[in-house]
Nanobody, 115 residues
Framework: QVQIVESGGGLVQPGGSLRLSCEASGRIFSIVVIDWYHQAPGKQREMVAS???????YYSDTVKGRFTISSDNRLKTVYLQMNSLKPEDTGVYYCKGDTTTGDYWGQGTQVTVSS
C-alpha cells in the first residue's frame, strides 16, 4: 500500500503564492503518477496537475502558467507551487498516487484565497 499526506495549505491574499507538498510512503516504487486535485466548495473534485515517474507533467487550463508541479526522490515528495492565486482557487487540494495496484488519496489540505 501507499500512504499519501498533503501539507502546505493556508490562507493567502489574491495574487499571493503557496507551495503544497505531497509526501508518499509505503510502496513508493509502485507509484506511476502523482496527481493534484482541487475541490472548490460545493463542486466536484477536478485534477489540476500531474507528474509521472518519467517527469512528464500535465496542467489544466485553469492553472496553466500559474502552478508548477515538481518532484524529488522519484515521486516520494511532490510539490505544487501555486502563484498568482485567485479567489476561485479556494478549496481543498488532494494528492492522489496512481500505482500499479491501485489509487491512493491523501486527506487533503485547505487553501483559502481571500483578502
Amino acid at each position: 500500500q501507499v500512504q499519501i499526506v498533503e501539507s502546505g495549505g493556508g490562507l493567502v491574499q489574491p495574487g499571493g503564492s503557496l507551495r503544497l507538498s505531497c509526501e508518499a510512503s509505503g510502496r513508493i516504487f509502485s507509484i506511476v503518477v502523482i496527481d493534484w486535485y482541487h475541490q472548490a466548495p460545493g463542486k466536484q473534485r477536478e485534477m489540476v496537475a500531474s507528474i509521472s515517474s518519467g517527469g512528464s507533467t500535465y496542467y489544466s487550463d485553469t492553472v496553466k502558467g500559474r502552478f508548477t508541479i515538481s518532484s524529488d526522490n522519484r515521486l516520494k515528495t511532490v510539490y505544487l507551487q501555486m502563484n498568482s492565486l485567485k479567489p476561485e482557487d479556494t478549496g481543498v487540494y488532494y494528492c492522489k498516487g496512481d500505482t500499479t495496484t491501485g489509487d491512493y488519496w491523501g486527506q487533503g489540505t485547505q487553501v483559502t484565497v481571500s483578502s
